[in-house]
C-alpha cells in the first residue's frame, strides 16, 4: 500500500491487525537479535548506524520503484522530527547497554511498565483520560514486574538503571510521536517521519561510533560472517518496526500500542528460553503470570475503554 492512501472503511480492523502482527513479528525478533549481537559484537553504534542505514536503504528503494512516496522535510517539519531522532538515539543506546547487562525475561518484563507511563505521558502531554479498568490493568501488569524483578538475582545495577531507563524514554518518545502523527498535522506519513529521523540522527550515531572504533570495527564485523548476517537481518527488522510503529500510531492510542507489546513480549520470553536460557524461578514465573493477567484484563475491558477514548 502507499504512503498517504487510507485504507477502505471496511477493512480497517482487518489494515489494524496486520500492522499489528507485522511489528509484533518485528520486535520479537529484533530484541533476541540484539541481545544475540550485543554479547558477541559489543559495538553498539557501529551495529545502529548499519541498522539505520537499512532503514534509509529499504525506503529509498521503495521510493525509487514507486511504493511510497519520501516527501522532502519543509522548515517546521525540521525542529520536531530532529528532537524524535535524537530521542530515538537515547533509546537505542539504552536498549542495546540493558540487553548487555540484564537477561531478556527481565529486559521484557521491565519493559511491560512502559503502558503504565505511557498512560501516565499521554494523560499530562495529550489530555487523555484514564479509565478505571485501564489503571487497574496497568497496576497489575506493574505489580507482576516488581514481583520478577525481585526475584532474578542475575540482575546488576547497571542493567537495571538502563532497562528502567529505556522505558521511560520509549513511553515519552511513544508519546511524541503520538502527536505528531496527529496533533501535530506535519502533514507526513509513517514511513516519512520514519524516514527522516533516521537521517537526522545519522551523523550522531557516527560520532559516537567513532569512540568505540567505527569505521575500523566495520573491518572486524566483515571477519565474523555469523553476527554480520544477524546485523543484515535486523536491519529489515528496524526498517519494520519503525516505520510499522509509526503506522499504529496513526490509528490507535500509544497506550494500546505499548500493551499489545505487553502481549507479544511474552512471546519474545518464551523464544528466549530456547535461544538465551537464563535461571527462572517460581516466584519469577509468579510474577509473569500476573503481568499476562494485566495483559488480559486490559483485552476483556478494551471495548468499553475504546468508547471513552473517541
Not at 522530527?81 to 537477561?103: G, N, Q
Not at 513480549?265 to 514465573?285: D, I, N, Q, Y
Request: hydrophobic share 50%; charged share 10%; with cysteine.
Amino acid at each position: 500500500m502507499s504512503a498517504g492512501k487510507e485504507p477502505p472503511a471496511s477493512g480497517g480492523q482487518l489494515w489494524i491487525l496486520l500492522l499489528f502482527l507485522g511489528h509484533a513479528s518485528c520486535s520479537v525478533f529484533l530484541i533476541l537479535v540484539n541481545k544475540t549481537i550485543s554479547t558477541s559484537f559489543p559495538f553498539a553504534w557501529t551495529v545502529v548506524f548499519l541498522q539505520n542505514s537499512g532503514t534509509i536503504l529499504c525506503s529509498t528503494l521503495l521510493h525509487l520503484y514507486g511504493k511510497v512516496l519520501l516527501r522532502r522535510l519543509e522548515r517546521h517539519q525540521v525542529l520536531p522530527l530532529f528532537l524524535d531522532a535524537l530521542w530515538l538515539v537515547a533509546v537505542l543506546l539504552s536498549s542495546f547497554k540493558a540487553l548487555e547487562e540484564v537477561s531478556v525475561p527481565l529486559y521484557v518484563v521491565i519493559r511491560n511498565t512502559v503502558p503504565f507511563l505511557t498512560a501516565l505521558c499521554e494523560r499530562v502531554a495529550l489530555k487523555k483520560p484514564m479509565d478505571s479498568m485501564l489503571v487497574l490493568a496497568l497496576l497489575i501488569t506493574f505489580m507482576g514486574t516488581i514481583l520478577y524483578s525481585v526475584t532474578d538475582f542475575t540482575i546488576r545495577y547497571n542493567g537495571a538503571v538502563y532497562a528502567i531507563s529505556n522505558a521511560l524514554l520509549v513511553a515519552g518518545m511513544c508519546t511524541f510521536e503520538r502527536y505528531l502523527m496527529t496533533t501535530a498535522n506535519l502533514g507526513m506519513s509513517a514511513i516519512d517521519i520514519n524516514f527522516h529521523r533516521v537521517v537526522l540522527s545519522m551523523p550522531l550515531i557516527a560520532i559516537l561510533g567513532y569512540f568505540e572504533g567505527f569505521p575500523f570495527t566495520l573491518l572486524e564485523l566483515s571477519a565474523r560472517r555469523y553476527e554480520a548476517t544477524l546485523v543484515a537481518s535486523s536491519s529489515f527488522a528496524a526498517f519494520g518496526i519503525g516505520t510499522l510503529l509509526l503506522a499504529l500510531q496513526g490509528e490507535v492510542s500509544a497506550t494500546t500500542i505499548q500493551v499489545a507489546n505487553v502481549a507479544y513480549k511474552c512471546a519474545t520470553t518464551v523464544v528466549s528460553r530456547l535461544t538465551h536460557p537464563s535461571e527462572l524461578t517460581f516466584m519469577g514465573v509468579v510474577g509473569y503470570s500476573v503481568c499476562t493477567s494485566g495483559v488480559l484484563t486490559y483485552t476483556l475491558t478494551r471495548g468499553t475503554a475504546s468508547k471513552k477514548e473517541k
